[in-house]
């Protein structure tokens, strides 16, 4: 591999974009999939053949993050191209964990995509595209946000708790109709069965899959017929690992072998950008059972705003159009793709307030010096992986990190600290004080709510 370094009426397409020359969007993202999770980030024990090869016919990015430590405001991210701090969605869903040993209490939240965001799918049916949502949605269960509200011509969202491999539901463009599962289907293959469905009715016009596995976040099932060659390698393996972690992942990727297959078969490759990544870092902890997995050499894991819980693996590929087997180090994140998409597909105009970027240029080789950006991180509470309130910001090679419990600084230089090993901000004094001014105004320019005194706290600390 290369090395590199409520305004939908007036939202229109650029007048030399022409309908058949727009492409089809495949946006394929697990849950919880770690950084090192895959055999090309270097995992000598999954096998992902049909990932890996999407890796050597595109672009796999070193330096990919989320916007957040956990699922539903990556999603968010994802969707509107906006920081979760902005929309207020700083939380997953259900998540109101409270340390009453803390001197402060988790900021207040929105635990929903307001409805009045514009979502990426709105803009692309809007453009024409047909768009489907298949799998986990995680930003809201109210009929105004669900997916058939926010832009979705063809909706299969996992119901229930959406943590069961077998014996779930889908509901299908609505609550009303429910497909309910015996048993005998597991839930990835179902995921890819419905967006071959849905690929296979609508190939001949432009149309937008996002692909969200519930895979292979806990609790950890996967298909028994995968696990016999991960027990053997794990009686062998230097390294522990979680062969029924590895058995999941390997049907994430055999789901992806589908619908490249099928593109292929149809001839659609050419036409079509696949986009694969995660919503935040592997689980390095034990909950709901054995530890799933570990992203050493990265610090922490999911729920942290440490690498381990931010950086993610990411696979851009579009025959044709974006050379082959290239890895970039530079940095990019998340609430990019809305950005990226827009261009890629020719619309013109996007709502206000858009924090990412489109990478398009970098993608198919115009620009490869892009500016490397400050990017931010803002989780206000406390994560089930033991995760505290706390905000991050990196600008080059350097990355600050602000706990909201105690006021404490840490400095790291991630191009020769990339376990965040060394604190330098006691070295390097005005560093620090510079990226954490850059900090706190991003917080007030996007209106970030911050972490509240506990005032139970304050009463135990009374002599």
Not at 243 to 267: K, T
Not at 377 to 394: E, I, L, T
Not at 397 to 425: A, M
Request: charged share 20%; proline share 6%; hydrophobic share 35%.
């Amino acid at each position: 591999m290369q090395q590199c370094s409520s305004i939908l009426p007036l939202l229109f397409l650029g007048s030399t974009v022409m309908a058949q020359e727009r492409p089809n969007i495949v946006f394929i993202l697990a849950d919880d999939l770690g950084w090192k999770d895959l055999s090309c980030y270097g995992n000598k024990y999954t096998e992902t053949p049909n990932i890996d090869s999407l890796a050597k016919k595109g672009m796999l990015f070193t330096q990919f993050y989320a916007a957040s430590p956990v699922s539903s405001p990556t999603r968010a991210s994802i969707l509107t191209g906006k920081y979760p701090a902005r929309l207020q969605l700083t939380n997953f869903l259900v998540g109101n964990r409270i340390n009453p040993n803390s001197p402060v209490v988790p900021a207040p939240w929105k635990p929903y995509l307001e409805a009045r965001e514009v979502t990426i799918a709105e803009l692309l049916r809007e453009a024409g595209y047909t768009t489907a949502m298949i799998g986990k949605w995680h930003l809201g269960n109210h009929d105004s946000i669900a997916p058939w509200s926010q832009g979705f011509d063809f909706t299969r969202m996992i119901g229930k708790n959406g943590l069961d491999y077998y014996n779930y539901s889908i509901f299908e463009d609505s609550y009303q109709k429910e497909f309910t599962d015996d048993g005998s289907a597991y839930l990835t293959d179902k995921l890819t069965d419905f967006s071959i469905e849905f690929l296979n009715a609508n190939s001949e016009k432009p149309f937008f899959l996002y692909l969200s596995y519930s895979a292979p976040h806990v609790g950890i099932v996967p298909r028994p017929d995968k696990l016999m060659k991960y027990f053997r390698k794990y009686q062998k393996a230097e390294e522990k690992f979680n062969p029924y972690y590895a058995a999941m992942v390997e049907s994430i990727d055999e789901g992806v072998g589908r619908i490249m297959q099928f593109l292929r078969d149809n001839h659609l490759l050419e036409s079509t950008i696949i986009i694969f990544t995660s919503d935040n870092g592997g689980l390095g902890i034990d909950e709901l059972g054995p530890t799933p997995t570990s992203n050493l050499p990265l610090r922490m894991w999911k729920g942290h705003v440490y690498e381990g819980g931010i950086r993610v693996p990411a696979i851009i590929s579009w025959q044709g159009k974006i050379k082959q087997a290239q890895i970039s180090n530079d940095y990019f994140c998340s609430i990019d793709f809305f950005p990226t998409i827009c261009e890629i597909t020719g619309i013109d105009s996007m709502p206000e307030n858009i924090d990412g970027i489109s990478i398009l240029p970098f993608l198919i080789g115009k620009n490869r010096s892009i500016e490397q950006r400050p990017l931010f991180w803002h989780y206000p509470h406390f994560s089930n992986q033991m995760g505290r309130p706390a905000g991050a910001v990196r600008i080059g090679d350097y990355k600050l990190v602000e706990n909201y419990e105690t006021g404490q600084l840490e400095l790291f230089n991630l191009r020769t600290d990339i376990s965040e090993s060394v604190d330098l901000s006691g070295k390097m004094q005005q560093r620090t004080k510079d990226l954490h001014e850059i900090l706190v105004k991003w917080r007030k320019e996007v209106g970030a709510n911050m972490v509240i005194p506990n005032p139970e706290y304050k009463k135990r600390q009374k002599p």
